[in-house]
Every structure is written in C-alpha cells, then in structure tokens.
C-alpha cells in the first residue's frame, strides 16, 4: 500500500523544505510507501527551486511545475492525477495542516472512505481566533443547508482511497479555491461514503503570506455552495 501526499504551494519557499522534512519524520513509524507530490503553479519565489535543490535525487519526492494554469483546487487535481499511491492525501504547506497526524489519516482509511482533519471536533481549534469563530459560524450554514454531520467542511485537509475518489467526477468538484472540498465532502456524503474527522489544531502559518482574502473568499464560497445546493436538489450532480 502506498500513499500519495499533495501538496499545493504558491510562494511557500520558506516552508516547504521544513514541511517534507516534518513529513518524512511523521510516517517514519509507518510500514508503508510513500511520495510527497508538490504541485508549484510556478511560484515567483521560488518554491519549485527550493525542492529542486533540496529534494532533487529523493526518489520520495516528485515536484510538478504548472506554468499555464493557477488555482488551489486544479493545482490538487494535477497531483492526483499525476500520482499513484493507493492512498490519497492532501494538505496545505503552510503548517496549517499538522504532518504529525497523517499516520492517524493513512491508518484509520482502513475503517473509513474519508478521514478529514477537523478543527470542530474535541481537541481540534486554530490559533487564529477570528477566522476560528467565522469559520465556525460558516460550518454551521453548510450544514443547515446540506444536512450533513460533518463539522468542518472547510478544512481541505484529508485522506481518501484513490478508487473512492476516482469513482467520484472530479471534473464536477475540482475547480475554484478551498470549495472544492465543500463539493467534495457533500457529493460524497450523498453517495454514502463512510466519513471520519479527527482533531487538528490549526497553527497560524510558520512563514510567508496568506493568499485568502476574507470577503472574496466569502463571496466565492457562497456563491459555489449555492450552485451545489441547486445541482443536487435537481439531480445535476451525483
Ligand atoms: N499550486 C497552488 N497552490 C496554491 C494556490 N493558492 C494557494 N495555494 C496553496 O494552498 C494552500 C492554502 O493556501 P493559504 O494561502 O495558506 O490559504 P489559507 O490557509 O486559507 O490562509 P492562511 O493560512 O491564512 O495563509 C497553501 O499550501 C498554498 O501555498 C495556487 O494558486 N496554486
Ligand atoms: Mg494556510
């Protein structure tokens, strides 16, 4: 069994080497396989050089460079596209997304479809208070809208078996910014897939800026979780 770790970087020199390194220490422990997927949309800092340098004979690490297209969710879509692991994982690489629990994430796949790192279940929170508290409030619109049990439906960091996600239409789900995981968990949820959050506790990014605006962003998730919620009621999607 082998895993497939995705990891989405627009201008994080400053932190994808200590992200790799700290991945390669978390799965240490584990038995089985595994490659770290960068998909660079050909950061101005350099990013994609920085791996290069770092990790350019590490047959663990494959780095892709995206020179015709950017955006979160395409940049995810590329990786899973362009991997092979049995397992797929995708997670941010600002140090949001805790590596310690990926061997929770990897493991606990052999009893659920999906394993989402939540920050609204016990254990789990964020450091930045404000964006807790929206993000919160958020979750509980989505799920008055949707009717789901999951609690954090923003999070974007999970685990998934390729041939759960694959039987999914991706095309329906991989496009825009953080919504993707929105249409991701209700379509999956629709379609019965056993789901499991576990505790992660958001630490603000280690380095580097933060690429969301608040307002746009309200405004982009809004306008998706609309449209999702019409092309369910009406059968579009499935
Ligand atoms: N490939 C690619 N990755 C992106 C793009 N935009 C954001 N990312 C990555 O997606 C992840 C999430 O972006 P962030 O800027 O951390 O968004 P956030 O977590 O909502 O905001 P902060 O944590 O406050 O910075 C990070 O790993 C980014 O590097 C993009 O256009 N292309
Ligand atoms: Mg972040």
Redesign the pocket.
């Known amino acids: 069994m082998k895993a497939s770790i995705i990891l989405?970087?627009?201008?994080?020199k400053d932190n994808i080497i200590e992200l790799i390194q700290a991945i390669f220490a978390a799965l240490e422990s584990c038995v089985l396989a595994y490659e770290v997927v960068v998909?660079?949309?050909n950061s101005p800092d350099g990013t994609a050089e920085a791996v290069r340098q770092n990790f350019g004979g590490d047959g663990r690490v494959k780095l892709f460079v995206r020179t015709g297209e950017?955006?979160?969710a395409t940049?995810i879509r590329y990786g899973i596209d362009h991997s092979d692991g049995e397992i797929v994982v995708s997670m941010?690489?600002?140090f949001?997304h805790d590596p310690n629990i990926l061997p929770q994430m990897i493991q606990f796949l052999d009893h659920y479809d999906i394993i989402i790192g939540s920050r609204f279940v016990m254990a789990g929170g964020m450091e930045d208070r404000f964006r807790q508290f929206s993000s919160l409030v958020y979750n509980y619109v989505i799920r008055l809208l949707f009717r789901t049990p999951v609690h954090d439906n923003l999070s974007g960091f999970f685990s998934i078996r390729r041939e759960k996600l694959e039987a999914l239409d991706l095309d329906q789900i991989y496009y825009g910014y953080?919504d993707y995981f929105i249409r991701l968990l209700m379509v999956a949820h629709k379609r019965g897939y056993r789901m499991l959050e576990i505790p992660v506790f958001y630490r603000l990014?280690l380095h580097g800026h933060?690429?969301?605006q608040f307002l746009s962003i309200f405004t982009q998730y809004s306008r998706a979780l609309l449209a999702l919620r019409l092309k369910l009621w009406t059968g579009r999607m499935r």
């Open positions: 989405p970087t627009y201008k994080e998909v660079d949309d950017r955006g979160l940049a941010d690489t600002d949001n953080g990014r933060s690429k969301t």
